[in-house]
T-cell receptor, first 112, second 117 residues
């Protein structure tokens, strides 16, 4: 247990669906992150929130929409995804921006 | 931006010491070196962090030479459960929203360690 939880752990969705991934950290951290990890590929940084302010990776398609309502919760809203978006989505938190990160278990997403 | 280079894969046997070297030739004065471990279908887990010389914790040791252009993660007496991907990251001090800070968020391909019986 790292103190970072993610739900759901597994998600299968069609290309026309809308779903959301949830991340919660119980560590009192001020920064939260979304990463994408496709099969056999390195982790790709998607979004960063520091003190609830978003620092965005510009290469992320608009079909991914993050939300950080407070420093403990982070969401990733998904809509009209493509099969190539199938991957492991990892959430992490850290005390400060770019500090040592604590990762959640991930959500395994499959887009049909 | 500091960039790291690691071997793509390594093989070892149970009980052996494993040393994984990471090259970071353009490391900056303020950069720290951080290592993570990742098991399949799990998030990476912090192992160790250092700035210079040697750091040791209950899991591993980190050796950093004087010029800091490389670092070596040492895993003593590995077991089958140490089979994982190991990542070396280099970046600025925590809390600083500078270009160096982002380096600590960028994971490379890592080193895939396979421990055999």
């Amino acid at each position: 247990e790292t103190g970072v939880t993610q739900t759901p752990r597994h998600l299968v969705m069609g290309m026309t669906n809308k779903k959301s991934l949830k991340c919660e950290q119980h560590l009192g951290h001020n920064a939260m992150y979304w990463y994408k990890q496709s099969a056999k590929k390195p982790l790709e940084l998607m979004f960063v929130y520091s003190l609830e302010e978003r620092v965005e990776n510009n290469s992320v398609p608009s079909r991914f929409s993050p939300e950080c309502p407070n420093s403990s919760h982070l969401f990733l809203h998904l809509h009209t995804l493509q099969p190539e978006d199938s991957a492991l989505y990892l959430c992490a938190s850290s005390q400060g921006f770019a500090d040592t990160q604590y990762f959640g278990p991930g959500t395994r997403l499959t887009v049909l | 931006l500091a960039k790291t280079t690691q071997p793509i894969s390594m093989d070892s046997y149970e009980g052996q010491e494993v040393n994984i070297t990471c090259s970071h030739n353009n490391i900056a004065t303020n950069d720290y070196i951080t290592w993570y471990q990742q098991f399949p279908s799990q998030g990476p887990r912090f192992i160790i962090q250092g700035y210079k010389t040697k750091v040791t914790n209950e899991v591993a040791s980190l050796f950093i030479p004087a010029d800091r252009k490389s670092s070596t993660l040492s895993l003593p007496r590995v077991s089958l459960s140490d089979t994982a991907v190991y990542y070396c990251l280099v970046g600025d001090i925590p809390g600083e929203i500078l270009s160096g800070g982002y380096n600590k968020l960028i994971f490379g391909a890592g080193t895939r360690l396979a421990v055999h019986p």
